[in-house]
Each structure stands twice: as structure tokens, then as C-alpha cells.
């Protein structure tokens, strides 16, 4: 189980770091059809992507095709149909055949996606992440109570009652906000560097792309851990 943080108490000393009444179990809880056993006697076998990507499906086909013209075709975005040269006479020959297929490099399509764990404060952005033109303007808002208590002694043979009371004190304070414009040509590092210029906390940043998602403007898919 991963929490993303600690919890520490020892002798009445407790230290505390992040969110750790919830976990994550990665990959857990998964149930999956045990897939039928592939059968290459007749000649076409399927290969089937763990993520379904057309653009890959098709680099795939491409890769087989320059070593083995002619035997692989694009089912759909899920897989790729390898046709088994008649050639190949045994079930070794078929197996080897398989064999040098996995072999072959092809670089698959990586999805633009920003991750974010709100419980940790991280957020990840890949390569492909873009945003529209927009401007951003970003101010935080701190609110501060501080309770005081104030005991009332009464002078003494007064027949007085000892009453406790409490003196509160509210602080609000409200940072200008900053305004920051994002164009057209705005990668993942010009956006770091941006927010990173303004004093944006990973919790700002946080919220700053869940708003950037709001108004259409992340070209991105925006993953919520």
C-alpha cells in the first residue's frame, strides 16, 4: 500500500508528513478473463496492445511490414493481425517466427497527460502536454483564527465565580494575485518555469491546472490520483 507520507509518535512527540488515512494499491484489485491459448495453426495470430492506441497499432504494422513484407495488417486500435508465412512448417519455426516479431523496436504514441496526486502535492506532465493561449491570474487567500483563553479571577472573600473566556483574533490576508499569459507555443517546461516564477506552491499548481482544464485550455488529458 503506498500513502505518499508518515505518521510519527513516540513519547507524545508526533510528527506528520502528507495525507496517511488513505493508500493507494497499485494495480490491485484487477480481474482479468485469462485470455484462450494462441493457436498459430491457421496462419493469423493477433497481437493485442495493452493500451489501444491507433497511431501505434499502425507503427506496429509498419515495423513487421520492413522486416516481413506482407505479413502484418491494422485490425483496429486494440491490435495488429500477423499473417504466418507458409513457410514455416513446424511449430518451432512458428515460435521463432513470434519470437523475432517481439524483438523489433517501435516507439508507441505517448498520450498528452498530467498527473496529479492531491494527497502528495505531485504532479507530473508529459512531453506532449500543450495549452491554448490563456492568461492566468492566481492570488492566495490566507485566513487565520487564533483563539486566546482568558481566565476571570474574582477578588478573594468576593463570593465570586472563576469564569474562563475566550479572546479570538481573525487575520485575513490576501496575496495580489499575479498574472501570468500563456500562448500558443507554451510547452510543459515554459509552464513550469512560469508558475515557478510567480511562487506557485505544488497545491497552487495543483489547482491551477484543474482551472486551466475548466476553461477548454489544456490540451491534455487531467488524471486525479
Known amino acids: 500500500v ?8 513516540v513519547g ?32 493469423v495470430v493477433k497481437l493485442s496492445l495493452y493500451s489501444p492506441d491507433y497511431t501505434t497499432a499502425q507503427r506496429i504494422k509498419e515495423s513487421i511490414n520492413d522486416r516481413f513484407p506482407g505479413s502484418a495488417t491494422t485490425a483496429d486500435d486494440a491490435g495488429v493481425a500477423l499473417k504466418v508465412p507458409t513457410a514455416l512448417a513446424t511449430q518451432d519455426d512458428k515460435v521463432q517466427f513470434i519470437s523475432q ?22 504532479i507530473v ?53 499575479r498574472v501570468v499569459y500563456f500562448d500558443e ?12 516564477a510567480i511562487g ?3 497545491r497552487d499548481i495543483i489547482a491551477i491546472f484543474q482551472a486551466i482544464k475548466q476553461a477548454g485550455a489544456l490540451r491534455a488529458e487531467l488524471v486525479v490520483l
Do not use: C, W
Open 2 to 9: 503506498s500513502i505518499g507520507g508518515f505518521n510519527v509518535q
Open 12 to 43: 507524545g512527540n508526533k510528527i506528520v508528513s502528507n495525507y496517511t488515512l488513505v493508500g493507494r494499491v497499485p494495480n490491485g484489485a484487477t480481474i482479468e478473463r485469462e485470455p484462450p491459448q494462441v493457436d498459430i495453426s491457421p496462419g
Open 101 to 122: 516479431i517481439e524483438n523489433l523496436m517501435v516507439n508507441p504514441d505517448a498520450k498528452a497527460r498530467v498527473v496529479i496526486n492531491e494527497k502528495t502535492g505531485t
Open 125 to 177: 506532465a508529459g512531453e506532449h502536454v500543450s495549452i491554448a493561449p490563456v492568461a492566468l491570474a492566481h492570488g492566495n487567500i490566507t485566513i487565520e483564527i487564533k483563539s486566546v483563553p482568558i481566565i476571570s479571577q474574582p477578588q478573594p472573600f468576593s463570593q465570586g465565580v472563576t469564569k474562563e473566556t475566550t479572546d479570538t483574533h481573525i487575520n485575513v490576508t490576501e496575496e495580489q494575485a
Open 185 to 196: 507555443r507554451t510547452n510543459v517546461s515554459e509552464i513550469a518555469a512560469a508558475l515557478n
Open 200 to 202: 506557485a506552491t505544488p
